[in-house]
């Protein structure tokens, strides 16, 4: 899915996205400057203790005066500190918050169908983890990075006010990070980086694979290890991270060098110009303390190197969702009382490359049914997703009542719309809030849904009735059961417009009596679309449309199509055989026995 508008990078789209919490990430910049600042106050008393002891008579109560200031320096600069991290944290909690609102948002206004581009693993990955990253990045890492900047820089011209030769001597293993760093990071270093994150993301979404498979692994008597793609994942993010630090470790190494060994020019300057040159004691212990431990703070920014670099994978992914093609007319217009359907030339493809409908035109008379019956991968369910705008259609026109579905306000659209699919999910909270959906109806309303549902009956039987949370303490449904549960949904949701993917998978015959008998008070007075896999329930149907290979191969009542569509006629053969097969109790001879 294409961008809609250019984005910034790095630290700057990170600014972007604090918005007007950039203030408080000002502030805590600044309280760590003061903390600095502070932070270097004690070493310059205790240059003056020393300059006070060594000078004869030592004048003990400047001395003590001196001790008590460094003292109190040292406690402001924590609270500082303290004050600076409160100001990041706030300013981090309330950009996590405001990112997850806006990716929901977000979420909330692309096609439908868009959440099918991305694995389970890798949405996870960007809206818990990338952002959680984010968070913790803007908590602690701004202040260590304002405080790896400006301690050295401070520190540094406090030393030259001191002694220039000294201080230009510790700024040497500065120098020398400065050459050889970026010569290690070049651009392959970004693009193994970013090899590093796709690998660790792929891990991510083979692991949730891994976990929900388990059941089909443990049926079909694989062992944990024959699930590939699992492995495969493991074994290609182990091979990065080894190619991640075989590229890393030189720079590091390097890096840890320098900062461990930054005592050796002050040592051998200082000694020098003490034995030669007459430098003063209090001058010489002043540089050995200070000129070698205001190189540490550098450390912290070696890990924030590594560090921001995760973080702008991660605002890179949230950024193709945040800037990714919303529904491009989001359209204003609200449906009349005509709930008729036209497909009038609709083609479309996931990709550009197939076309997976092909110029396909039917009509559903308002209150009417109508059956998309036809091959596996036919269109059928694409066709019906394509009424609810879970994908855009740019070929071709789809109309309720005669208005384009583009022009009408997606809200209105979804009012209008039930959709019953036939994976039913169910949500850890009470059947009642179930079956509720958030709609604003009455406890009499629900029971009466689940009644002609067919559910109330099995919901009473549960420890709390309604009230039972599912997935809790054990409290699950049959796949059937779910399913009368979303069809309780969709008859207390009343919409006009009803998009009905067929069960095959929960067809034992009582279930399947309950099933219709549910479906069958649904669609009363509806327009309806049914994707049927089971010919024999659309025999009654008003409308057939035959699909095949995403192109409308007929369009009639029942017996219409078995004169004159032979896909159709053939679909039927096999279907009335399957059917004499089971109630004759004989094997079905599709299958080798
Ligand atoms: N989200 C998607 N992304 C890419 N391709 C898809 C997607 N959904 C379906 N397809 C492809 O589109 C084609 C039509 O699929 P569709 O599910 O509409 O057919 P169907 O007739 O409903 O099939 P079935 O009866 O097996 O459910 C298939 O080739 C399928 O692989």
Redesign the pocket.
Known sequence: MKATQKTKSGVARLLEIAGSRKRLLWLSAALTVAHVLLSVVPYVLIYAILKALLTPPADMIQIHTYIRQAVYAVLAAYALLYAAGMASHVAAFNILYELRTQMAEKLGRLPL?FI??YNSGALKKILADDIERIENFIAHSIPDFVKGMTLPLITLIYLFTVDWRLALASCLPIAGLAVFIPLMFNKKRGAVLTNFHRSLESMNAGIVEFVRAMPVIKIFGHTADSFDKYSGAVNRFQDMVLVFIRGSAPAFGIFISFISNASLPVLAVGFYLYFQQGLSTPVLLLFLILGVGYIRPLFALSNLGSQLSVINHGVKRLDEILFSQEQETPGNQTLNNDYSIEFDHVSFG??PQ?D??RHVSFTVPPGSVTA?V????????????LVARF?EVERGYIGIGGQNIREVKPAELMAHISFVF?DSFMFQQSILENIRMGMDKTMVQIVAAAEAAQCHDFIMQLPQGYDTVWGKDGIHLSGGEQQRIQLARAILKDAPILIL?EATAFSDPENEYLIQQAVNKLISRKTVII?A?RLSTITQCNQIVV?DK?MVAGIGRHETLLTECPLYYKMWQAHTRAQSAVLNNKPLNTYAI
């Open positions: 169908g099918n581009q996931y990709n197939t997976v409908l998309l036809g091959p596996s991968g036919s269109g059928k369910s694409t066709a019906a997703q994908w036939q993917d994707i896999h699909m995403g």
